[in-house]
C-alpha cells in the first residue's frame, strides 16, 4: 500500500529537481510540500504503533537534514 505513495512522490521530487524554471528556494519549498504531502498519506496507512514509529524516525532525520 505503501510503495505506490513513495514511488508517487518520488517521481514528483524529480520532476521537480529537473524543472530549470524554478529557483533553489521554489525548488525547496516545492520539495518540502511533496514530503508532507507523501508523508501524511503514509501516515494514514500506519497502525499506531507503526504511526508512532514512523514519526519517531522523521524526528530523528530532522536535525541531520538541517546540518548538511
Known amino acids: ?5 513513495v514511488m508517487d512522490a518520488s517521481k514528483a521530487m524529480k520532476a521537480v529537481h529537473e524543472d530549470e524554471s ?3 528556494k521554489a525548488k525547496m ?3 518540502m510540500e511533496i ?3 507523501h ?3 503514509v501516515a494514514a496507512l ?4 507503526q504511526l508512532a514509529k514512523f514519526k519517531e ?4 532525520g530532522k536535525p541531520a ?3 548538511q
Open 29 to 31: 519549498e516545492k520539495v
Open 57 to 60: 524516525l522523521r524526528e530523528k
Open 39 to 41: 508523508a501524511d498519506q
Open 46 to 49: 500506519l497502525t499506531p504503533e
Open 1 to 5: 500500500k505503501i510503495k505506490p505513495i
Open 65 to 67: 537534514k538541517a546540518g
Open 35 to 37: 514530503f508532507k504531502s
Open 22 to 24: 524554478l529557483d533553489r
